[in-house]
């Protein structure tokens, strides 16, 4: 008896160590593929510069990198639908409610010290003194208030579609509206023309009508973008119901369960095919560049002072909140997010990289399965940190390009 206990469990733990050292191998795999993906992609897109494609022939080479991002677009509605829906079904109102309170929380916060970061930056970098940029593209065009976005932001939480949110989201749409100058009675200008007939010369009258005035009127428009928002809150919403109905519910969460598992399966089977789509999608993106030399010129210090604050926020603050919350180490838990990162920056898109991180949350940080159900869809709607850096960046980039000296005040309000 006791012989036969022991081999059991020596085939358990040989079973187990096997499963271990397969599941290491493809993640390391993996993560190394999509990093060589990466350094090819730049190196075949710069190679192929010289060559003067045509606009086909780039269509053409970049189709592999687009099925990789239409394959994660693809993943995104069901997954986020299905994991929220069945995440909270099964969680209890109280402890829903605190986990959104902190997850919005803790989103607004690493938000506001982005911004702070971009701004102290560019501070003292200062990229924008001595630099010359074109005038059309300094400004001159409708600005969006600050009241506008945020209705923006409302309206999308609420669709009044939610077909039509699975493609496009409400915009405000600035319409200009030309206001003609009255004509005036008396002549502005007047010219003498030499004429030999007349020692005093003619005189010409002239009018010179000033420019037409431009003002902007609101008016609802669309952007052809996923309301990722407005599914987020419905779908919790419908969670939250479900679990409050109880055996009545169950049907329905048992079809989302299902919906979340084939989508992960999905997922498993498409991550091997994603090395070879970045090789094309980071290629045909270079290749569309205009000229990098010229860009460089005009805002490399820009570029700069962006990647600096991103590093900045990135790999200091991030993973030093994370070690004084919970005392672990950070970057053993930043190394099982290597791949989703390596996505990120060859899609350039939170939203594209949610399958990849919400995979690599499950199976190589472990995180709860209803944590990351529901953390990981509101964070890629809400938490833009770095867009919020390169925007605050931006602002007083362009006003030192146009030596416009900004006030404490003024920096407050782009916080």
């Known amino acids: 008896m006791w012989d036969r206990i022991k081999s059991m469990v020596q ?31 730049c190196t075949l897109g710069f190679m192929l510069r010289g060559t003067q494609l045509s606009t086909q ?29 069945s995440g909270l079904s099964s969680m209890e109102s109280k402890a829903c409610c605190r986990m959104g309170v902190l997850t919005v929380t803790y989103y607004l916060w690493t938000t506001f010290i982005a911004v702070v970061v971009g701004i102290v930056l560019v501070l003292i970098i200062k990229p924008g003194v001595g630099t010359e940029m074109e005038s059309h593209r300094l400004g001159g065009g409708p600005v969006m208030t600050s009241a506008d976005a945020l209705l923006d932001l409302i ?8 077909i039509e949110a699975t493609f496009q989201q409400y915009k405000t749409d600035l319409v200009p509206i030309l206001k003609l100058s009255t004509r005036t009675i008396q002549p502005n200008f007047v010219y003498v023309i030499p004429d030999d007939s007349d020692p005093k010369g003619r005189t010409v009258y002239l009018e010179l009508t000033p ?68 090789i094309f999608l980071v290629a045909g993106k270079i290749l569309d560049m205009q000229d990098p030399s010229t860009l460089g010129k005009k805002l490399g210090w820009y570029g700069i002072t962006v990647l600096a604050g991103l590093f900045v926020h990135g790999l200091v603050l991030l993973p030093l909140f994370y070690f004084v919350l919970t005392g672990k180490n950070p970057f053993s838990y930043i190394r099982g997010l290597l791949q989703a990162m390596v996505i990120a920056l060859a899609t350039s898109s939170s939203s594209a990289t949610l399958p990849i991180t919400m995979k690599c949350l499950l199976e190589n940080c472990h995180v709860d399965r209803q944590i990351a159900r529901f953390v990981l869809p509101v964070g890629a709607t809400i938490n833009m ?30 916080r």
Not at 69 to 76: A, E, G, N, V
């Open 11 to 41: 085939v358990t733990v040989k079973d187990e160590l096997k499963r271990n050292i397969q599941v290491f191998c493809r993640r390391n795999a993996l993560l190394t593929l999509s990093i060589i993906a990466v350094l090819t992609g």
């Open 211 to 278: 420019p037409p005035e431009v003002t902007y009127k609101t008016s609802p428009g669309s952007s052809q973008q996923m309301n990722v928002l407005g599914i987020v809150i419905f779908s919790a919403t419908m969670g939250l119901l479900l679990g409050r109905m109880g055996e009545r519910g169950a049907p329905l969460v048992n079809v989302c369960q299902c919906i979340n598992e084939c989508v992960m399966k999905i997922i498993n089977a498409a991550v091997w095919y994603f090395p070879f789509g970045i």
């Open 155 to 162: 309206r999308n939480m609420v669709p009044s579609n939610l």
């Open 57 to 85: 022939a780039k269509i053409y080479f970049s189709f592999p990198g687009e099925l990789l991002m239409r394959m994660l677009k693809m993943l995104i509605l069901p997954l986020i639908t299905s994991s929220l829906m």
């Open 385 to 414: 940190d770095g867009t919020a850096l390169y925007e605050a960046v931006a602002a007083i980039f362009i006003a030192q390009v146009n030596d416009y000296e900004l006030d404490l005040g003024q920096l407050v309000t782009i």
